[in-house]
């Protein structure tokens, strides 16, 4: 995408700034070059000067926590893969955080299985078996036994 807007002339040499290293979410560390954006509008909210980076060419275009925060209320409807913004995300946001969180807890329950250890159900819910397998996985890599997916765990 830089690429394309470089070679439009939306974004110039001027808007290049130094490169940045991020922490992924799996722990890793990448170092991204960094540009400007004069101008973004997404639905009626139009924001000025956001910094973007620059991710591999397979990676999926991302809006971070310093961009959103600038949006004041929003939230994500995860059934219609929605950006909700202003009167009414509150609701869906906290809709959102919890089939988010099911996710999260579905994906390393699939992980664990993967690995060898038994989650029961892949089905979101941290389950006394998910619980189990997880307490289990912990040990076994020698990791903090906490029963939780934590920083660490992931």
Request: charged share 20%.
């Amino acid at each position: 995408m830089a690429l394309t807007l470089y070679r439009a002339g939306t974004i110039t040499d001027a808007d290049f700034l130094p490169g940045q290293v991020y922490r992924l979410a799996d722990g890793s560390t990448v170092k991204s070059s960094r540009f400007i954006l004069k101008s973004l509008k997404i639905g009626k909210n139009h924001i000025t000067n956001v910094v973007a980076s620059i991710g591999n060419i397979s990676s999926a275009l991302l809006l971070g926590q310093s961009f959103l925060e600038r949006l004041g209320s929003w939230g994500i409807d995860s059934q219609k893969q929605d950006l909700m913004i202003g009167v009414g995300a509150q609701k869906k946001q906290t809709t959102s955080r919890t089939a988010i969180l099911t996710n999260i807890i579905r994906d390393a329950q699939a992980r664990l299985h993967s690995a060898g250890f038994d989650p029961g159900p892949k089905d979101g819910t941290l389950s006394i078996q998910t619980r189990a397998a997880l307490e289990m996985y912990q040990r076994v890599v020698g990791i903090a036994v906490t029963g939780q997916f934590d920083t660490e765990t992931f």
